[in-house]
């Protein structure tokens, strides 16, 4: 049992969720004060493209603290016995897919703000890749949620660590990878020092996300998974921060 071990004299159990809800608190504060920065400093600015950027950063980083902040307190219902974990799997992910969304939101903002400057061929191209964006996201939320609702379908034993139920935000966070360098390719100074920091988000949202659907294996120490997977969001978070603070060096 985990409970007989301790860490520094403290149970290992006691360490584990300290750990956990410290992680998580961080993350959530960080993002918190991201979303306040980004809205207040884009109600001052006149530059549409501007305020595109800090619209996305913000959206994003509330799809982001809604997707943790419900993902903690829901198993922490779970912890008490309060709901199921089949209940508590079937909110957390519907949710968290509506935070992913959001995500998607900011990532489709800052390729509405580089379409003005590019060419009209190369802005064609980029008006069909945002109806392909959306129409592959929303078919991985309908694949994952057909999974999710139908137990009968689905695994046998649903498990919070199923990587078809991760397969939207895997899915959001390829595309900031791999859109984001591009996008900043196109763009100038604080634009692109953001947008710089918004893609870097991405990559750490993917090795947290592949921790969390086990993509990444188990080290076999659960302080050791928790560090792996929740680290890099508060690393995301961070970034998500400097993306938006490096706006804000322009107002």
Not at 54 to 74: N, P
Not at 106 to 131: D, F
Not at 146 to 158: A, K, N, R
């Amino acid at each position: 049992m985990l409970g007989t071990y301790s860490i520094l004299g403290i149970p290992y159990n006691t360490a584990f969720d300290t750990l956990y809800y410290a992680l998580s608190a961080a993350s959530i504060a960080i993002l918190i004060y991201t979303i306040i920065l980004g809205f207040e400093k884009r109600r001052k600015l006149a530059d549409s493209a501007l305020r595109t950027q800090f619209l996305g950063i913000a959206i994003s980083a509330s799809g982001f603290a809604v997707s943790i902040f419900t993902g903690v307190f829901l198993d922490t219902l779970t912890r008490m016995a309060i709901i199921d974990q089949l209940l508590y799997q079937q909110l957390h992910f519907s949710i968290f897919y509506v935070g992913s969304a959001m995500i998607l939101f900011g990532i489709n903002s800052s390729l509405s703000m580089v379409q003005g400057r590019i060419s009209m061929t190369k802005n064609m191209i980029l008006r069909h890749l945002q109806v392909i964006l959306w129409a592959g996201f929303f078919a991985t939320v309908v694949l994952s949620a057909f999974y999710l609702f139908t137990v009968h379908v689905g695994p046998s034993h649903h498990v919070a660590q199923q990587p078809i139920f991760f397969l939207p935000v895997i899915l959001i966070t390829i595309i900031g990878i791999v859109g984001l360098p591009f996008m900043a390719f196109y763009s100038k100074g604080v634009l692109q020092k953001s947008l710089t920091w918004f893609g870097l988000s991405f990559f750490f949202l993917l090795i947290g996300a592949l921790r969390e659907a086990t993509v990444i294996p188990s080290t076999g120490d659960p302080l050791a998974d928790l560090l792996v997977a929740f680290l890099p969001f508060v690393i995301v978070s961070t970034c998500l921060y400097f993306s938006t603070r490096s706006l804000n060096s322009r107002g």
